[in-house]
């Protein structure tokens, strides 16, 4: 008996959000994914979809869709080709009427399958979303569907960037990581980025043909009607050059070219900003598109916030640029606020906080106007300087410990600095501040060193916390001459008033006890640096950290982030987080792979260190992240953890 032709898809290696690269593969041949999809074949547009059996002539696999009142022997007879993977019907107008059409549509594909399962491979079938379907209801669903062998998923867009958009990408975020996700309707040019971002593998261009047969040259952000003898914008391209004739054919195609060149362009564009880490911020920039692209954006950080935020790593070496109020919630700034509030602990010890500006230059000690802070402290307070807990009011992390200024994203980010700041950033940072004080002994001073937007944020904070504020820059900006001299008088006073006795800096501990907090969560930072650990190296290169001559782990200042020993991860496997499970008693190699791995802490994100266990619950390695956790699980192939120390023997 022949072999029934199945379809795959790959997950590849990287992340950026959801976003991720692949390949998809129908019978023999490979389609890279993301990869656009529309029914023109003549030309080298990758991948096709086509009502079934129209072409029986072309030579590669594409997706065929069928029509909602199919039957099973009418498909078995037309299908022209056995390696196209099938599209199951949906009827769009049914579907949005009501919640109960949705679920109906469901079943149908459902009974669909079970009648044709003998005859085509379930994993060459692709189920249709309906477009207004209660989410744990179609959770369920997806449950029988992935036992069915089913591993795609088309969901539908309306090109109005409205509720149903905000809609499906919500449903898309029920798949499983390892299923295939396309996007199929009305999709412009502008929209590629942001649904790659949010997790498309496949996505609809067919609206390049609609476009060019109305007479419109799409662009990246803009669309313009072509009329004979009218003015039009220039355009280089190979297509808009070569076309002289005015024949109504020969325009459409020139369009239609022209127009195909646009989604591959930007398409190519949004793969390159995922592999620099900067898709989200390509997202970000498109937003200026029009308002509802604005308003998309914001819908879906509020309501896929958890889904997004969990494929989005959390480490890099790269800028991260923060412009607009866009970024006030994308997942790696909200996440920083989340970890600040919920993992951090201030140093013991400290009597006074003292409250400075952010800089351009990060980390913010290198800055100009930080070394001459960092001056006016000590001279003010020589030998009782480790006293004063020292933080960065910024937008839109809102505070940063001067202990975590070389973490991610707190040494990357890149805002302009106007010192204006808008309410809700105002808002935001007032928040973190009130968190981070209410963890101050209430006795404590805390002296604000800021002025303009920041004196704004303190101001807005003051009525809800229980320290009280001395304000030494009302009038003058903070790094002038006269207010750091006014500092340097507060702080002389102040060690005065409050009898500070001596109290040496400990930075060293400090950095790397916070580090190992929003790493590895609360306690972590005791565990790893107890009262009898020994900490050597510089804070701006390394800090290595040694309990009784064995070292635990090291803070790599590049990275702002931790990375531990095998020692180092034993102390830490009681706290049961980041843990790696694997179903095997060694590990073998430089990797662990997604299929040796029996399950895995949903709280890993990519970037993380994590603690490797086998069967039996010993540490036997530890390792970088490459994937999330529910990655890990999900995923029955791709890289998942790349070593640094293991168990041998
Ligand atoms: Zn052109």
């Given at each position: 008996m022949e072999m029934k032709k199945m379809a795959e898809f790959r997950v590849g290696r990287g992340h950026d959000g959801p976003a991720r690269v692949g390949e998809y593969i129908m019978n023999d041949v490979a389609f890279e994914t993301p990869i656009l999809i529309s029914p023109e074949i003549s030309r080298a547009n990758p991948l096709h979809y086509m009502t079934l059996g129209r072409d029986p002539t072309r030579q590669r696999p594409m997706i065929s869709t069928i029509p909602f009142t199919m039957k099973l022997d009418e498909l078995v007879k037309a299908e022209p080709n056995d390696s196209d993977s099938i599209l199951l019907p949906s009827m769009i107008s049914f579907s949005s009427l009501s919640a109960d059409a949705g679920t109906l549509l469901l079943r149908h594909q459902i009974e669909f399958i079970n009648s044709v399962k003998d005859t085509i491979d379930p994993s060459r079938l692709i189920i249709r979303v309906p477009e207004n379907i209660d989410f744990e209801v179609f959770e369920s669903y997806l449950h029988d569907f992935h036992s069915m062998g089913i591993r795609a998923a088309a969901f539908t867009f309306d090109g109005l960037l409205g509720s149903v958009d905000t809609e499906s990408i919500h449903l898309r975020s029920a798949l499983p990581a390892s299923w295939l996700s396309t996007a199929l309707g009305k999709i412009t040019p502008s929209m590629v980025p942001f649904l790659f971002y949010t997790g498309f593998d496949i996505i609809d261009c067919g609206y390049s043909i609609e476009a060019a047969v109305t007479g419109t040259r799409l662009w990246r952000n803009d669309s313009e009607r072509i009329e004979q003898g009218a003015f039009h914008r220039f355009c280089s391209c190979i297509h808009c050059v070569s076309f002289s004739d005015d024949s109504n054919s020969k325009l459409i195609e020139t369009l239609q070219n022209h127009n195909l060149d646009v989604y591959n362009e930007i398409l190519s564009e949004s793969i390159h900003a995922m592999k620099n880490g900067r898709l989200r911020w390509l997202v970000e920039s498109m937003t200026h598109v029009s308002p509802n692209h604005a308003s998309l954006l914001r819908q879906v950080d509020k309501q896929s916030y958890s889904f997004l935020e969990e494929f989005t790593p959390t480490t890099g070496t790269d800028v991260v640029p923060l412009i607009g109020p866009e970024s006030y919630n994308s997942p790696v700034v909200r996440r920083y606020r989340e970890y600040l509030e919920a993992r951090y602990t201030p140093p013991s010890g400290k009597r006074i906080v003292l409250l400075l500006p952010c800089s351009a230059k990060k980390p913010y000690s290198d800055s100009k106007s930080h070394r001459r802070f960092l001056e006016t402290i000590e001279s003010a307070?020589?030998?009782?300087?480790?006293s004063v807990a020292q933080v960065i009011l910024t937008s839109p992390l809102g505070v940063v410990p001067r202990e975590l200024e070389r973490i991610f994203p707190a040494a990357n980010y890149d805002i302009p600095v106007t010192g204006d700041w808008d309410a809700e950033e105002t808002e935001l940072g007032a928040e973190a501040l009130i968190h981070y004080l209410d963890k101050i002994d209430s006795e404590s001073t805390v002296v604000a060193h800021v002025s303009g937007g920041y004196l704004g944020i303190v101001k807005s904070a003051e009525s809800k916390v229980s320290q009280s504020i001395i304000y030494t820059t009302p009038e003058t900006s903070a790094t002038s001459w006269e207010s750091r001299q006014a500092l340097h008088e507060t702080l002389v006073d102040l060690k005065n008033v409050l009898q500070l006795k001596d109290t040496p800096p400990r930075q060293l501990e400090e950095i790397v006890r916070a580090t190992a907090d929003f790493q590895f969560g609360s306690g972590a930072g005791d565990m790893l640096v107890p009262e009898n650990a020994k900490l050597g190296g510089k804070p701006y290169r390394q800090i290595v950290c040694r309990i009784e001559k064995e070292q635990v782990c090291s803070f790599i200042a590049s990275s702002g982030s931790i990375s531990l020993t095998l020692n180092g991860a034993k102390l830490l496997a009681p706290l049961n987080r980041y843990w790696v499970r694997l179903d095997a008693p060694q590990v073998k190699g430089g990797s662990i792979f997604a299929v040796g791995i029996k399950k895995a802490d949903s709280e890993i994100r990519p970037g993380d260190e994590v603690i490797i266990l086998n069967n039996e619950e010993q540490v036997i390695a530890v390792g970088k992240s490459e994937m999330s956790g529910r990655e890990m699980c999900e995923l029955p192939r791709g890289r998942a953890v790349s070593i640094r120390h293991k168990m041998e023997g």
């Open positions: 307070l020589g030998r009782t300087v480790g």
